[in-house]
């Protein structure tokens, strides 16, 4: 582990790390159905700390693995068994999601043994990579030490919290400290000791490959909802709209992420990395959300939720709105660019989905504002194609000949 070529051409994800992504297709379903359940019995407070929660510790393990395997991926027997240690800890952690809803619906306190079980594995096996890369990585063995003693004070403050099985209240604030440890220490790592080699390609690749797993959520809420109307209808023009919908938006918030050439840019902006990559928390929770909100949605035309319409349409309006905002925040971190064409698309995507909201408080059919809500991002796609690709696209092309 004397650490990669952050330069190295054609570097590109493992199979190793596309079968570790499988488990978090499963704790992505698992936190997706939750909310959509917590949202349809109108534990809207409920749903979203426990989405928050859980979904901030599914995307954080994962950060962790690919950066760390940008930089120090050998792809020996030590590293692929230990990378299975973590792929179990995925696992727990996923089987531990549900009762953290719960509990957090009952208002007691927050059972979150499982979950914590589950992310203390995975932290465990990430420690002995850190120290392996410590001791065979001299030149960089204060950074690797640096993550290795984060994640160690880190896992010892979320033991504390399970033993100290406090109120929801108390806990969301131990969790608080606990998350500005765990984000303290790749950032006193990356600043203070020269940093890791990770490959910026790589990394924007990895980010992409996890960004389609969880488009998956809303490919899977899309048939939750076709299915929900055909039940109820059979074969209809709404079946048909609502399966236009789903997949057309699923379809353009691809599109939306995608358009810009993140690799090249971010190679050449490598001080952009904690921003670009902290940032996509927030993006790879709201896409998951838009998936709970399509469940909800057929939970809604299923007469199974206690949402009105309104409340419906804006489940899957809101995630929505607020992936757009952050794709277009993580596009200006990278482009530097004050187009007015760029505020005028987002004023305009978003003012699209308000419509959508608005059109179900006037009883319009719920097909038709899931069909509305689809045409915000994909204003958002044709502002960038026919205004802004050339810049951007220019910019990237100028980023690669630098590299």
């Given at each position: 582990?004397?650490?990669?070529?952050?330069?190295?051409?054609?570097?590109?994800?493992?199979?190793?790390?596309?079968?570790?992504?499988?488990?978090?297709?499963?704790?992505?379903?698992?936190?997706?159905?939750?909310?959509?359940?917590?949202?349809?019995?109108?534990?809207?407070?409920?749903?979203?700390?426990?989405?928050?929660?859980?979904?901030?510790?599914?995307?954080?393990a994962w950060i962790n693995f690919s950066w760390?395997?940008?930089?120090?991926?050998?792809?020996?027997?030590?590293?692929?068994?230990?990378?299975?240690?973590?792929?179990?800890?995925?696992?727990?952690?996923?089987?531990?999601?549900?009762?953290?809803?719960?509990?957090?619906?009952?208002?007691?306190?927050?059972?979150?043994?499982?979950?914590?079980?589950?992310?203390?594995?995975?932290?465990?096996?990430?420690?002995?990579?850190?120290?392996?890369?410590?001791?065979?990585?001299?030149?960089?063995?204060?950074?690797?030490?640096?993550?290795?003693?984060?994640?160690?004070?880190?896992?010892?403050?979320?033991?504390?919290?399970?033993?100290?099985?406090?109120?929801?209240?108390?806990?969301?604030?131990?969790?608080?400290?606990?998350?500005?440890?765990?984000?303290?220490?790749?950032?006193?790592?990356?600043?203070?000791?020269?940093?890791?080699?990770?490959?910026?390609?790589?990394?924007?690749?990895?980010?992409?490959?996890?960004?389609?797993?969880?488009?998956?959520?809303?490919?899977?809420?899309?048939?939750?909802?076709?299915?929900?109307?055909?039940?109820?209808?059979?074969?209809?023009?709404?079946?048909?709209?609502?399966?236009?919908?789903?997949?057309?938006?699923?379809?353009?918030?691809?599109?939306?992420?995608?358009?810009?050439?993140?690799?090249?840019?971010?190679?050449?902006?490598?001080?952009?990395?904690?921003?670009?990559?902290?940032?996509?928390?927030?993006?790879?929770?709201?896409?998951?959300?838009?998936?709970?909100?399509?469940?909800?949605?057929?939970y809604f035309i299923e007469e199974h939720s206690?949402?009105?319409?309104?409340?419906?349409?804006?489940?899957?309006?809101?995630?929505?709105?607020?992936?757009?905002?952050?794709?277009?925040?993580?596009?200006?971190?990278?482009?530097?660019?004050?187009?007015?064409?760029?505020?005028?698309s987002a004023a305009v995507s978003l003012g699209?989905?308000?419509?959508?909201?608005?059109?179900?408080?006037?009883?319009?059919?719920?097909?038709?504002?899931?069909?509305?809500?689809?045409?915000?991002?994909?204003?958002?796609?044709?502002?960038?194609?026919?205004?802004?690709?050339?810049?951007?696209?220019?910019?990237?092309?100028?980023?690669?000949?630098?590299?």
């Amino acid at each position: 582990m004397s650490g990669r070529d952050p330069h190295q051409q054609g570097r590109a994800a493992t199979p190793l790390e596309l079968l570790f992504d499988l488990t978090f297709v499963v704790a992505f379903s698992i936190s997706a159905s939750q909310l959509a359940h917590q949202l349809a019995d109108k534990h809207v407070g409920a749903g979203l700390a426990g989405f928050a929660f859980s979904t901030f510790a599914v995307c954080w393990a994962w950060i962790n693995f690919s950066w760390f395997a940008s930089a120090y991926d050998t792809d020996d027997w030590v590293y692929r068994l230990t990378t299975m240690l973590q792929m179990v800890g995925v696992l727990i952690l996923a089987l531990g999601i549900p009762p953290v809803f719960r509990s957090i619906a009952e208002g007691v306190h927050v059972d979150n043994r499982v979950m914590v079980a589950g992310y203390v594995v995975m932290r465990i096996a990430m420690v002995f990579q850190w120290l392996r890369a410590a001791r065979q990585d001299p030149g960089r063995r204060k950074a690797c030490l640096t993550y290795a003693a984060s994640i160690t004070v880190a896992q010892l403050g979320w033991i504390g919290v399970i033993v100290a099985n406090t109120s929801v209240g108390v806990t969301f604030l131990l969790v608080a400290i606990m998350t500005l440890i765990e984000m303290a220490g790749p950032w006193l790592g990356e600043r203070a000791h020269n940093g890791t080699p990770w490959h910026a390609h790589h990394i924007a690749e990895r980010y992409g490959l996890l960004v389609i797993i969880a488009l998956g959520e809303g490919v899977v809420g899309t048939v939750a909802s076709i299915s929900a109307v055909i039940s109820e209808q059979g074969w209809s023009v709404d079946a048909a709209l609502v399966a236009v919908a789903g997949t057309g938006l699923t379809f353009s918030m691809w599109w939306v992420y995608f358009v810009v050439p993140a690799a090249d840019l971010l190679h050449e902006q490598r001080e952009c990395s904690f921003r670009w990559g902290y940032g996509h928390i927030l993006v790879f929770g709201s896409i998951v959300a838009t998936g709970a909100g399509l469940h909800t949605a057929a939970y809604f035309i299923e007469e199974h939720s206690k949402l009105g319409s309104v409340e419906t349409v804006a489940a899957v309006a809101i995630p929505v709105g607020i992936y757009l905002v952050l794709i277009f925040a993580l596009q200006f971190l990278l482009l530097h660019s004050r187009r007015v064409s760029h505020v005028v698309s987002a004023a305009v995507s978003l003012g699209v989905l308000c419509g959508a909201v608005a059109l179900a408080a006037a009883g319009v059919d719920m097909a038709v504002c899931l069909l509305v809500v689809t045409a915000a991002p994909v204003v958002a796609v044709l502002g960038f194609e026919l205004v802004g690709a050339h810049p951007a696209r220019q910019r990237a092309a100028g980023a690669t000949g630098q590299s």
